[in-house]
């Protein structure tokens, strides 16, 4: 398996109700970040966290990490039409010298509907 | 706008014909990024460029060629393709590869189909 895995693949809600995404990873990290995509469109960042954090919130975002078990989880609240679309999480893994010099590992993503 | 911008939006190629894929960001970063993404597979991560010098190939196939003759300016120059090279070509940005904690800027990507 992979560094990042997110966990469910496809999430279909109502509008108006919460959207929980959640991501596992396998090494330590620098920091974890979550971005979005649309339909065949490239990817917009959400959001950063970074490893002595614990809990970050961004609008109607909110995201945990959780270090001793490798995993962190997205939560959208309130959540409306246009945020359809499919979220990834991203690890930026310490190479020597403690930079990843940008690599980041993405996962596969959650395709995240939301029915008006 | 994310402040990337990528042409073409969409290309067909034979498997003989040579092409390019541009990228350029208005966003004063130091730090240019090619990533492939296929139906089903995660987004690859190919070329990294930091101040314009290359530092990650990720075992990247000679067929793609990558030049960086500036911070704001990224080409793939693509040869000799295979119809498994089909897939979105994403370019993205960001302040210093080697400085940690900086988001990445995503194009909105190039649709490459090779026959």
């Known amino acids: 398996s992979q560094q990042g895995e997110e966990d469910p693949q496809a999430l279909s809600i109502q509008e108006g109700e919460n959207a929980t995404m959640n991501c596992s990873y396998k090494?330590?990290?620098?920091?974890l970040q979550w971005y979005r995509q649309n339909s065949g469109r490239g990817l917009v960042h959400l959001i950063l966290?970074?490893?002595?954090?614990r809990e970050k919130h961004s609008g109607r975002l909110r995201v945990t990490l959780d270090t001793s078990k490798k995993s962190s989880s997205l939560l959208i609240t309130a959540s409306r039409a246009a945020d359809t679309a499919s979220y990834f999480c991203?690890?930026?893994?310490?190479?020597?010298?403690?930079?990843?010099?940008?690599?980041?590992?993405f996962g596969q993503g959650t395709i995240l509907t939301v029915h008006p | 706008e994310t402040g990337v911008t990528q042409t073409p939006r969409h290309l067909v190629m034979g498997m003989t014909n040579k092409k390019s894929l541009k990228c350029e960001q208005h966003?004063?970063?130091?730090?240019m990024y090619w990533y492939k993404q296929s139906a089903k597979k995660p987004l690859e991560l190919m070329f990294v460029?930091?101040?314009?010098?290359?530092?990650e190939n990720n075992s990247v196939p000679s067929r793609f060629s990558p030049e960086c003759p500036n911070s704001s300016h990224l080409f793939l120059h693509l040869h000799t393709l295979q119809p498994e090279d089909s897939a979105l070509y994403l370019c993205?940005?960001?302040?210093?590869?080697?400085?940690?904690?900086?988001?990445?800027?995503f194009g909105p990507g190039t649709r490459l189909t090779v026959t």
């Open positions: 966003l004063g970063h130091n730090a």
């Open positions: 090494t330590s990290i620098n920091n």
């Open positions: 991203a690890t930026d893994v310490p190479g020597a010298g403690g930079t990843s010099y940008g690599k980041l590992t």
């Open positions: 460029y930091n101040f314009k010098e290359q530092t």
């Open positions: 993205a940005s960001s302040q210093d590869a080697r400085t940690v904690g900086y988001e990445q800027y």
């Open positions: 966290i970074r490893s002595n954090e």
